[in-house]
């Protein structure tokens, strides 16, 4: 079955980096396009970034452009965010997703990983 499983997140201070990573496996990675969005404490969860399958096409959020990359490695099966400049809003569980196609909407993708928390203190 699909897997997604995130790690790399933590606790840091305002403006440190993390760089989180998404390990897939049973499915074919280069076909999925993969997504990361988040979901603070009341909050939905809210589009953060998204790769396409060949890495060639990517899409992020006006609130993380500047400072989040998006990238890929077809041959580790992993997707990584590359979050600097952190700032307490940047709060919440992150989620990797992969769909076939790369969006921003939720249901645009069919599998999910479990999250990993990322905690921003002023």
């Known amino acids: 079955q699909v897997q997604l499983v995130e790690s790399g997140g933590g606790l840091v201070q305002a403006g440190a980096s993390l760089r989180l990573s998404c390990a897939a496996s049973g499915l074919t990675f280069s076909w999925y396009a993969m997504g990361w969005f988040r979901q603070a404490p009341g909050k939905e969860r809210e589009f953060v970034g998204a790769?396409?399958?060949?890495?060639?096409?990517?899409s992020s959020a006006d609130s993380v452009k500047g400072r989040f990359t998006i990238s890929r490695d077809n041959t580790k099966n992993t997707v990584y965010l590359q979050m600097n400049d952190l700032k307490p809003e940047d709060t919440g569980v992150y989620y990797c997703?992969?769909?076939?196609?790369?969006?921003?909407?939720?249901?645009?993708?069919?599998?999910w990983g479990q999250g990993t928390q990322v905690t921003v203190s002023s």
């Open positions: 790769i396409s399958g060949s890495g060639g096409d990517t």
């Open positions: 997703a992969a769909g076939m196609r790369l969006g921003e909407r939720s249901h645009t993708y069919a599998y």
